[in-house]
């Protein structure tokens, strides 16, 4: 085993490092006695895991995932941000909606339009 531990006031807060296996592990404690698995990174696949011990693809999250919210007037770069690219449009014509890059411009997930 080899980690690095965080503590605060001599209590456990972080540890990062290979604590009983292979896998790169990042856990989180509030109270230095409940240890919470933040990532898990496979070593055999390099998958990551956030929320799962048992990534099963290059990224594998377990639970909601949260992408960044725009108006219409302040989208992202498409380009910049490259083909495949997620957002969320607040104020797109007929309500909120995801959005994807297609490496030029935003485009609804829902029916692949532009975002006008």
Do not use: C
């Not at 292979?22 to 856990?27: F, N």
């Not at 698995?37 to 929320?51: F, K, L, N, Q, S």
């Amino acid at each position: 085993t080899v980690s690095l531990l965080y503590q605060t006031a001599f209590s456990g807060r972080a540890e990062v490092g290979l604590a009983g296996d292979d896998a790169l592990h990042i856990k989180v404690s509030a109270d230095g006695a409940a240890w919470h698995e933040a990532i898990v990174i496979d070593p055999a696949t390099g998958r990551t895991g956030i929320g799962t011990a048992a990534p099963s693809s290059t990224l594998h999250v377990a639970g909601t995932v949260r992408v960044g919210q725009y108006a219409k007037a302040a989208l992202p770069s498409a380009s910049a941000n490259g083909a495949g690219a997620l957002i969320y449009v607040n104020d797109e014509s007929g309500g909120p909606v995801m959005a994807f890059s297609d490496g030029t411009a935003w485009r609804r997930v829902t029916d692949r339009a532009v975002v006008a």
